[in-house]
C-alpha cells in the first residue's frame, strides 16, 4: 500500500525565513504533485514533479523530487506572511492517476 | 476559460439520507476525479471517470457512486449517509487520462448530522 508522509506537519515561522517541507513515500512513483490549500479553499495546484532530479521554482518556492530516495521537499526562500497556507504533496498511484496524499502541512509564517 | 464548478457549496443531510453533488468540468476537460476530504486531513481519492466510463476508483464502498455525462460533467451520489460522510467533497478535472496536472473546483461541504 502506499503510503505519503509530510513533515512537519505544523510549522510557524517568521518572516523572511527559509524552511523545508518533506514528503516521503512509500513505494516507487515518477509522478509527485505539490498542492496549496488555503482555510475554507479548494486546492491550487503549484508543481507537477515527473522525474528523477526534478526541480522546478515559481517565486518563493522550489520543489525537487528524488526518486531513488522516494523523497520531494519544498523549500521556501525568505518566507512572507502571503505563503502561509496548508500545503499537500501527492504521488501518483500506479500510473494511473489516482493520487495518493500526504496528511498536509500547515504553514504559519509570522510578520 | 471557465474553470471546474461544484454544487451546491453547503449541504446538511441526516444519517441514512442520499445525496448528490455535481461538477462541471474545465472546458476541453474529459476526464473527471472525485476526492473527499474530511477536516485536517489530505484528499481521498474516490473515483474517476473518462468519457462516461469509471476507470479508477479508491476504497470507498459501493454506495458512493457517480456518473459522468456526454458533456463531460460529473455527479457524486451517496446512499445511506453516515456521520463520517462529513466532508468537503472536490472534483478535478484534467485534459485527459493521461494528462498530468488537474484542476480542482470549489468543493461542496457536506455536514451529516
Known amino acids: 500500500e502506499l503510503k505519503v508522509e509530510q513533515n512537519p506537519l505544523f510549522l510557524s515561522m517568521q518572516e523572511g525565513k527559509n524552511y523545508t517541507i518533506y514528503c516521503n513515500y512509500s513505494t516507487t512513483s515518477d509522478r509527485l504533485y505539490w498542492y496549496r490549500q488555503d482555510p475554507g479553499k479548494s486546492l491550487e495546484s503549484l508543481f507537477v514533479?515527473?522525474?528523477n532530479g526534478a526541480v522546478k521554482q515559481e517565486g518563493r518556492l522550489m520543489a525537487s523530487l528524488d526518486t531513488k530516495a522516494r523523497l520531494s521537499t519544498l523549500h521556501i526562500t525568505a518566507a512572507v506572511h502571503d505563503l502561509s497556507a496548508t500545503y499537500f504533496c501527492a504521488v501518483d498511484m500506479d500510473s494511473n492517476y489516482q493520487l495518493i496524499w500526504g496528511a498536509g502541512t500547515k504553514l504559519i509564517i509570522k510578520p | 476559460e471557465t474553470g471546474v464548478t461544484q454544487s451546491p457549496t453547503h449541504l446538511i443531510k441526516t444519517r441514512g439520507q442520499q445525496v448528490t453533488l455535481r461538477c462541471s468540468s474545465q472546458s476541453g476537460h474529459n476526464t473527471v476525479s472525485w476526492y473527499q476530504q474530511a477536516l485536517g486531513q489530505g484528499p481521498q481519492f474516490i473515483f474517476q471517470?473518462?468519457?462516461?466510463?469509471?476507470?479508477g476508483r479508491g476504497n470507498f464502498p459501493p454506495r458512493f457512486s457517480g456518473l459522468q455525462f456526454p458533456n463531460y460533467s460529473s455527479e457524486l451520489n451517496v446512499n445511506a449517509l453516515e456521520l463520517d460522510d462529513s466532508a468537503l467533497y472536490l472534483c478535478a478535472s484534467r485534459e485527459g487520462p493521461g494528462y498530468d496536472e488537474q484542476f480542482f473546483g470549489p468543493g461542496t461541504r457536506l455536514t451529516v448530522l
Open positions: 471517470y473518462y468519457r462516461e466510463e469509471e476507470n
Open positions: 514533479l515527473l522525474s
